[in-house]
């Protein structure tokens, strides 16, 4: 019997203080971001060995998530979300789809907004 599984891990809701945005103000002001990462690729030899070195260590994955949105200024949270979807899916090679989300807590808008959010996903060819 052939089986098809999916299985992913999800870091949600990881909180930055971070310096991206348009405007001047944003890269000397910074503002609250916060990120969700759902890694996919088959744990099952993981899971059924209770095996550590057969899956992915999100200890590590959120180190490189700080480091993507704490070390560089980008104008867009488009751009933050695309490198880091990207940069993991080279830095661990078991996954097979990486999506990451960024929110930007009260973005500079005319108006009351709890968050901009950009949404990206990628899967490894």
């Known amino acids: 019997m052939t089986r098809h599984t ?15 945005g348009v405007l001047k103000e944003e890269h000397t002001v910074g503002a609250k971001y916060e990120v969700d990462a759902e890694l996919s690729f088959d744990f099952t030899d993981a899971a059924l060995n209770d095996d550590i070195t ?20 980008c104008f867009l949270i488009e751009a ?31 108006g009351i907004c709890d968050y901009a959010e950009a949404d990206y996903s990628t899967t490894r060819t």
């Open 80 to 110: 933050v979300a695309y490198e880091i979807a990207n940069d993991l899916l080279r830095d661990f090679p078991l996954l097979d789809k990486v999506a990451i989300n960024v929110r930007k807590r009260n973005p500079p808008v005319d």
């Open 6 to 20: 999916h299985s992913c891990v999800r870091l949600v809701n990881m909180v930055f203080y971070a310096h991206h």
């Open 54 to 73: 057969k899956t992915i260590n999100y200890g590590t994955v959120y180190k490189k998530i700080k480091e993507a949105l704490t070390f560089k200024k």
